[in-house]
């Protein structure tokens, strides 16, 4: 009967079904009730067929409550669980036997079963929803004690019912007081493990976010290089990455400052973020150059993409800077050869940015060959 806050798709159905594992699983507890019912029997102090009765009340009423669950109509409710409901109505089967009962003493057998679905709220309930629910057991037995006293005023003994109301007050306080503060504890465990939570994932972002940036660090783009390679083991097929360097960075530095550089890398990795698809990787490898991890892409696909974000450098405007300044990027880029070790595709991907740099910056060079002994090497694709 724990209350769990709706969910969406594949959330709201796990939740929905836990929900109907659990009233199954009270729904065993009216069953081991009924035992208790059928001993009564046995021994002539019940009607059997106010036995019978005690079952199929307890067949409708929990029927009931599966099937709004089933058809999903307790999530309109503040509690999906239907926690004070169910333990509300838990209560009338047990107030139908007593009704029929002779003796008092047996009476208070059934009083203080009836006290037991309340357990089930510690999962859920607060100490002023225990005492909203304690009151509407005190009223039903109220109500059942007062239909008594109009129907078969010869059952009831004055003494024994005093006794028996005192002690149900009792218990019905002390179980809403304790189930509160276990309730209470549960939900600040739940608080902190949701700031746990919370916790963990921020340590993971800056384990793998650079701060400077917001892309990708070193590790995590590398190793997202790495998880690229994996999977074309496993399943080929081409995929492709570059290795970006600003052009001429130590000069703007030394002109406008390292703040001035600092923003320049902020504002191209907001830029480069806008333009990568969803399978896309990009991240800082260190200093000015950037790694970019492009999936399902063959080298001229990467080339496409690659001059593309050069023009898109060169559209770039910074904060504090004048209106007119630009900066280009320089680009090296290689596919992955089947089989090929991450490490001799970065490299053939540094060799080409080498190439690009010597041959003038403000390009993209795509490096074809596995070995740099190869006469092919880098072609230059020049802006």
Not at 130 to 150: E, H, K, N, T
Request: proline share 4%; with cysteine; charged share 20%.
């Amino acid at each position: 009967m724990e209350h769990i806050p709706p969910g969406n798709g594949n959330d709201k159905d796990a939740d929905q079904a836990l929900r109907k594992r659990r009233l199954g699983m009270s729904f065993i507890t009216y069953l081991a009730t009924f035992l208790i019912v059928l001993m009564f029997a046995y021994q002539g102090l019940l009607p059997l067929s106010i036995a019978s009765h005690f079952l199929i009340f307890s067949v409708v009423v929990n029927g009931l409550i599966w099937m709004a669950i089933h058809r999903n109509l307790n999530l309109r409710l503040r509690d999906p669980s239907m926690t004070m409901l169910q333990i509300t109505l838990s209560q009338w089967p047990a107030l139908w036997l007593m009704f029929f009962l002779e003796a008092g003493q047996a009476r208070a057998i059934f009083l203080l079963i009836s006290v037991v679905p309340l357990l089930y709220g510690i999962l859920a309930l607060k100490v002023r929803d225990f005492i909203w629910v304690s009151l509407i057991f005190l009223a039903q037995y109220g109500v059942l004690l007062l239909a008594l006293w109009l129907l078969r005023p010869q059952v009831l003994v004055a003494s024994l019912e005093l006794v028996q109301l005192f002690v149900f007050i009792m218990v019905l306080a002390e179980v809403a007081l304790i189930g509160g503060f276990i309730s209470s504890l549960r939900a600040k465990v739940r608080q902190r493990n949701h700031e746990l939570k919370q916790a963990m994932e921020r340590i993971q972002e800056l384990v793998n976010i650079d701060e400077l940036t917001g892309v990708f660090n070193r590790r995590r783009i590398v190793q997202a290089l790495s998880d690229e390679s994996n999977r074309c083991r496993r399943s080929p097929g081409p995929f492709s990455l570059g290795i970006l360097d600003v052009d001429h960075f130590k000069e703007v530095n030394d002109t406008y400052g390292h703040q001035a550089g600092d923003e320049i890398l902020r504002v191209l990795a907001r830029a480069m973020m806008l333009d990568m698809r969803a399978i896309d990787s990009f991240g800082r490898y260190g200093g000015e150059e950037f790694l970019l991890v492009l999936p399902q892409t063959a080298l001229d696909g990467a080339r496409i993409k690659s001059e593309r974000l050069c023009d898109t450098v060169r559209e770039l405007r910074f904060n504090g800077l004048p209106e007119d300044f630009r900066i280009t990027v320089s680009i090296g880029v290689a596919e992955a050869f089947p089989g090929e070790h991450t490490d001799a595709t970065l490299d053939r991907a540094d060799r080409a940015l080498y190439t690009a740099k010597e041959n003038g910056r403000n390009q993209v060079v795509c490096c074809t060959a596995i070995d740099p002994a190869q006469q092919a090497g880098p072609t230059a694709y020049e802006d």
